[in-house]
């Protein structure tokens, strides 16, 4: 079956910091690859996506390339700032899947310190 | 636009009380879905509609009854809960269907529901 493993936090940095979240993932047909962020208390919001192999998804200097040859979709951002506290889920939503289910990684928290 | 509206934002039910969750969304989507979310733990998938009909029931207890009254809206009755109901209910909506399942989903800012 479909699944995603996502590295565990907390991630704590210090503003300024580089981030790579790693994030894996199996999938039996042709996946779509999605990173949502929440910030606390909210919702889920659309971070980035990619939807074929070696697609770039990018958003507010955030990126996460689609790998399949390793089955990766890690996010990156070179420089992360106070605001980018959140929760940050990797997600895929797979073409042989039904409805449209998406399939969560565990989240990973981010806390960036001043 | 990409917003999903949920109302309300908070809710406290007691046991015995029959509550209702409002979800809506004007982006001509025509799958929508209930999520529960519990705290630190990913969204779990509860029910999906596509084309204002119940596709995927992931075994949910009959105290939750999902309701679709048209393309825009989507509801959730709520009764006879138990406290370990209590979690975030996330509502979204996705352009998903038939030989398009692998797209991307807008979610709502949830409900927090508190039972007690």
């Known amino acids: 079956g479909n699944s995603v493993t996502q590295m565990e936090g907390p991630v704590t940095l210090s503003e300024e910091a580089f981030l790579t979240i790693n994030c894996t993932y199996t999938?039996?047909?042709?996946?779509?690859l999605f990173w949502y962020v929440q910030y606390p208390g909210e919702g889920l919001q659309l971070l980035l996506k990619?939807?074929?192999?070696?697609d770039k998804g990018s958003n507010k200097g955030f990126e996460a390339t689609y790998r399949k040859e390793t089955t990766s979709f890690h996010l990156e951002k070179g420089s992360v700032q106070v605001s980018d506290s959140a929760v940050y889920f990797c997600a895929l939503s797979d073409q042989d899947n039904q409805g449209g289910k998406l399939i969560f990684g565990q989240g990973t928290e981010l806390s960036v310190k001043p | 636009d990409t917003e999903v509206t949920q109302t309300p934002k908070h809710l406290v039910m007691g046991m015995t009380n029959k509550k209702s969750l409002k979800c809506e969304q004007h982006?001509?989507?025509?799958?929508m879905y209930w999520y529960k979310q519990k705290a630190k733990k990913p969204p779990e998938l509860m029910f999906v509609y596509s084309y204002e009909k119940l596709s995927i029931n992931e075994s949910v207890p009959s105290r939750f009854s999902p309701e679709c009254p048209n393309s825009s809206l989507l509801n959730l009755h709520l009764h006879a809960l138990q406290p370990e109901d209590s979690a975030l209910y996330l509502c979204?909506?996705?352009?998903?269907?038939?030989?398009?399942?692998?797209?991307?989903?807008?979610f709502g800012q949830g409900t927090r529901l508190t039972v007690v």
């Open positions: 990619a939807t074929k192999a070696d």
């Open positions: 979204a909506s996705s352009q998903a269907e038939r030989g398009r399942w692998n797209t991307e989903a807008f």
């Open positions: 982006m001509g989507h025509r799958a």
């Open positions: 999938a039996t047909g042709y996946p779509s």
